[in-house]
């Protein structure tokens, strides 16, 4: 396949990734999940995992969070080889991963609770996230009483309140109905742009992954592999909507489109 408006980079050099995925390989029983993955994420970047539903894009995020250990191969997170989960790395879960019985205040500031902080400053900073994903007014709030896309939100501030360095976000916007989606996409965007941080993100949705990505990885169908590397040339100094209406954009997605569509049954 050629990609004219998009163009297919080289890894970039090791030094600048703030996350390096090498030679992972992960089996589950008699499921070949993932075979062989080599990926650098850079820092201050969004890459996004692009992938047919089952390909391990959900296992490879666990993997770099030291969730679940591969069958072969290691990730080291600036530098330093990942044996367990570490405060340095935050996963947004495809499910939701929120405690019941504590208000979305208590959710957010948990982390911070943890490492001992105090409740003032604890709060400030989780009240600081909160706005940041649009939640303000909702402190004391309980999960059950959010829609799905608030909770997604407040799984997000949760991640950014402890400061993580590595942000792995698991179809964070997969609850949501399209409004709201796109609001959030500009959010993100705006988030990647303020905070610096490496983002490391799954979505089903093409366009979604051209309108907010840096990256995109492409990955096969299982046993996957890595079969491209997508950087979308959209000019993120557009308004929204002319994004969406740029021409670079719309081919890219329909290029990335013509390459996924052979993994569709
Ligand atoms: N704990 C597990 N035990 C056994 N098999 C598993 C386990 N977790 C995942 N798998 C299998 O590994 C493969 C990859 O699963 P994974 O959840 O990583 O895919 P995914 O790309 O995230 O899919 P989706 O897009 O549907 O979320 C699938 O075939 C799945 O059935
Ligand atoms: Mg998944």
Request: with cysteine; hydrophobic share 40%.
């Amino acid at each position: 396949m050629t990609l004219s408006t998009a163009s297919i980079h080289a890894l970039p050099h090791a030094e600048s990734a703030a996350v390096e995925v090498r030679g992972i390989s992960k089996n589950y029983k008699e499921v070949e999940a993932l075979r062989s993955i080599d990926l650098d994420f850079p820092r201050g970047k969004l890459t996004t995992l692009l992938g047919p539903s089952g390909c391990g894009k959900t296992t490879l995020l666990k993997i770099i969070a030291g969730l679940i250990e591969p069958t072969s191969g290691e990730v080291r997170v600036n530098g330093k080889t990942v044996t367990g989960p570490g405060p340095e790395r935050a996963f947004v879960f495809q499910d939701f991963a929120l405690m019941p019985w504590a208000t979305v205040m208590r959710n957010v500031a948990f982390g911070l609770e943890l490492k001992g902080m105090g409740k003032a400053e604890r709060q400030s900073i989780a009240r600081h996230y909160i706005a940041e994903v649009g939640l303000t007014g909702f402190e004391d709030k309980y999960p059950h009483e959010l829609s799905g896309g608030m909770r997604q939100r407040v799984g997000l501030a949760r991640a950014f309140a402890v400061n993580a360095e590595v942000l792995l976000l698991d179809e964070p916007f997969s609850a949501v109905d399209e409004q709201n989606r796109r609001k959030f996409q500009e959010d993100l965007l705006r988030l990647v742009e303020k905070e610096r941080k490496t983002f490391i993100f799954v979505t089903h949705s093409i366009e979604e992954a051209v309108y907010v990505s840096d990256r995109i990885v492409l990955l096969s169908r299982r046993p996957s592999r890595v079969s491209q590397i997508i950087e979308p040339k959209v000019d993120r100094t557009a308004s929204p909507d002319a994004i969406r209406r740029d021409q670079g954009y719309l081919d890219t997605v329909e290029e990335i489109w013509q390459g996924l569509k052979h993994y569709v049954d």
